[in-house]
């Protein structure tokens, strides 16, 4: 069976994007999703890269660019206004639940939260507020994002997506075939299909 190594970052909007379209190009092709929470701020800076916001045109560009591929892919989509939102404790989030039956959810409740509603995630009571929303126990998450395998987890899914030549994301691997961005999900379907 085929594998579509999904990294992504929740602080992504392209992520997001791409997370919508995943499941159904797996079914299509009987492949499974190997999701991997990765840094991105890691990536940029290991990589010499920079958001697409730190260029005033491409910011305006991209949230056009961004509006298109919603309205295509026929899914919810806002530009948050609270961005940038760090999401190192988000994404140890995800690593600590990945692989557990909350793990989905969790990925819903999150890119619901800051490409949906959206809202602002650098604040922990709303952060508490939006999980609890959800079914899960903010305290419990928060103990399971401070234990150092999850910390550890992480760095290490991060240090080996940019050991692999990832510069962004969301990137997507089939096999060794890099795809980087959620408007090459086209490519990703090809090499499944392959």
Known sequence: MKTIEFLFDFGSPTSYLAWTQVPAIAERHGATIDYQPVLLGAIHKASNNRSPVACAAKAIWMNHDLERFAKRYGVPMGINPHFPINTLLLMRG????????????????????????PVN??????????????????????????????????????????????????????????????????????????
Do not use: C
């Open 94 to 117: 995800a690593t600590a639940l990945k692989g557990t039956d909350r793990f989905h959810l969790y990925l819903e409740t999150i890119f619901r939260a800051m490409w949906v509603e």
């Open 121 to 194: 995630l650098n604040d922990p009571a709303v952060l508490g507020a939006t999980l609890s929303a959800a079914g899960f126990d903010p305290q419990e998450l928060l103990e399971l994002t401070s234990r150092q395998e999850t910390k550890d987890a992480l760095r290490e899914t991060t240090e080996s997506a940019i050991a692999r030549g990832v510069f962004g994301a969301p990137t997507i691997f089939v096999g060794d075939e890099m795809h980087f961005g959620q408007d090459r999900l086209d490519f990703v379907e090809a090499a499944l299909a392959a």
